[in-house]
């Protein structure tokens, strides 16, 4: 029996994950002699200057989960349900303790803190080109596709990890951070115009477990993406760790805030 092969929708957004989709560079080409900075690091289009109403008006305005990018660059989402499995890495960052924080403060104290929380998460992951997957009660998801980091994915989820944890340390929060790399489905999911961008599969899994497993201050990073970002032989802390609905022990690097990483 023959494999099936890839609808057209497959194939497009395969190549628009990949970051080869046509549309994008044939906008590059035309946009990039717009001014002004900061554009759409896809297509290009411009977020300021002369060019911007007339960008917004045809749909290129910023896109909320990363504004780095343009809506236009993903409508595909909102006509298209579909995605494809594609190497990519990914971030889950979770506040430890948060349920005895909250029984400590006030209501209205625990969502500033938590505000504070998801305000800098969401600026480390926009500052290092991942997708802003969601917030999920005291916990944050990051997406990092070629498209928008080339094949550096995983060292790119790696500093964003860092860069997080540097920023919830500077206001006293505890949280710990995993990071992994994997084949993951990354595509729409929803019904009706009701549909966001995702990932979905085991990598999600590993990744939620190793947040859930790192203590307060520490990045766990799946020997999986400490090999894809070129850190298997770095001098760093390993650990072997039985995680829950695994059946194999998942090998891991571990990143602390005094942790000097050298490629």
Known sequence: MSEERPSQADEMWRSMLLGDYWQFS??????????????????AAPFRGAGAPFMRLIGKAPWPKNPKYCGSCFKVLE???????????????????????AESMRPVEFRTLMGRFFETAAAALVEHDAIVDKFVGDEVIGIFIPALNGERHAARAIAAARALMAGTRASDLPVGVGVHTGIAFVGSVGAGTNVDLTAMGDPMNVTAR????????????????????GLDDADLERRELELKGKSEIVSVVVITPTTEVKR
């Open 26 to 43: 044939a906008g590059r080409r035309i946009l990039k002699h717009l001014p002004s900075e900061p554009r759409c690091k896809l297509c």
């Open 79 to 101: 006509s298209n349900h579909g995605g494809a499995e594609i190497p990519c890495s990914l971030l889950f960052a979770d506040v430890r303790g948060s349920t005895q924080l």
């Open 210 to 229: 190793l947040a859930s497993a790192a203590g307060a201050g520490e990045i766990l990073v799946s020997a999986d993406a400490a090999r894809e970002a």
